[in-house]
């Protein structure tokens, strides 16, 4: 029986380098984010961290915060008109590419996915060149039109990833028992790749609510989404109110990743 190979000091130093730097690394990732949920517990007037003394004044102040509010009701309008209209663009784009070895599908594949590659600027400009130069005035379809380009591609690459793990005998059999195409779908296809359909409206949905330059270009004064409003705020003054909606969309984003992951599993879709 061959010896087990002991570690060796050279792989054990490497281990440790390694785990040092994914440490650090994380420790960069989270830093910005625990510093404004702390910051949007302080007593003062100002963003200062740390905060002399800490109170929930600040969330309580959001109940009047009018304006915030109007902004987050149209982002939670737009991310829903989005998120259905992107799952269904998505989950039909991914169906047309996903059972194709053509060239065409891999050109279709790319287009989809050209938004991503896209600098998010440059697409915000180019949106807005689009639609004046057609004599479309801005407005929430516009806004929305503009949000689904980039939010179908999530539900694409993720139901396509699902989509892998079908059997194409299963697809053959049930066609070859006489079942339909829709039935097929409804019965075959769909509980195979609703997870993946799931995670990627969850991606789109909160892509669209944080979505800066697209909005930046497309939205208009009547449509003002909660991320540019926040941005106006801060241009004027360190408003604490900005850290304290921060606060508010960090925990409704993890407690929403927390359900996803229970629901549908939404580590093993990204992955």
């Known amino acids: 029986m061959p010896d087990m190979q002991r570690p060796t000091l050279g792989s054990a130093s490497f281990g440790l380098v390694m785990g ?8 960069l990732l989270a830093a910005p984010t625990l510093v404004v949920l702390i910051t949007s517990f302080t007593d003062g007037y100002s963003l200062k961290f740390p905060p002399p003394s800490y109170s929930l004044r600040w969330y ?32 039909a784009a991914a169906l047309a590419i996903g059972r194709s070895r053509r060239a065409w599908a891999r050109g279709l594949d790319a287009l989809f996915m050209s938004p991503l590659v896209l600098p998010a600027l ?3 400009l180019a ?21 689904i380009v980039v939010s179908v591609p999530y539900v694409l690459r993720t139901t396509l990833a699902s989509l892998a793990q079908l059997d194409p005998a299963l697809l053959e059999s049930s066609e070859s028992l006489g ?15 609703r997870n993946g ?11 669209s609510f944080d979505n800066i330059p697209v909005s930046l270009f497309m939205a208009d004064a009547r449509n003002e989404v909660l991320p540019i409003r926040m941005w106006q705020i801060l241009e004027n003054s ?34």
Do not use: C, N
């Open 122 to 124: 440059a697409f915000g």
């Open 179 to 193: 079942a339909g195409r829709l039935y097929t779908f409804r019965r075959v296809t769909l509980p195979t790749i």
């Open 197 to 207: 359909i799931g995670a990627g409206a969850f991606i789109a949905f909160m892509s």
């Open 60 to 91: 309580a102040s959001l109940i009047d915060a009018w304006q915030l509010q109007d902004a987050a009701l149209v982002s939670l309008k737009l991310g829903a008109v989005v998120t259905a209209v992107s799952v269904v663009l998505g989950t």
């Open 20 to 27: 040092t730097l994914a440490g650090a690394a994380l420790l």
């Open 238 to 271: 360190l408003d604490v109110r900005a850290a304290a909606v921060s606060g508010v969309l960090i925990a409704v984003t993890v407690l929403a990743m927390v359900v996803m992951e229970r629901v549908a599993g939404l580590s093993r879709q990204l992955r």
């Open 127 to 147: 949106s807005l060149v689009f639609f004046s130069t057609a004599g479309v005035e801005l407005s929430f379809l516009t806004l929305a039109i503009g949000h």
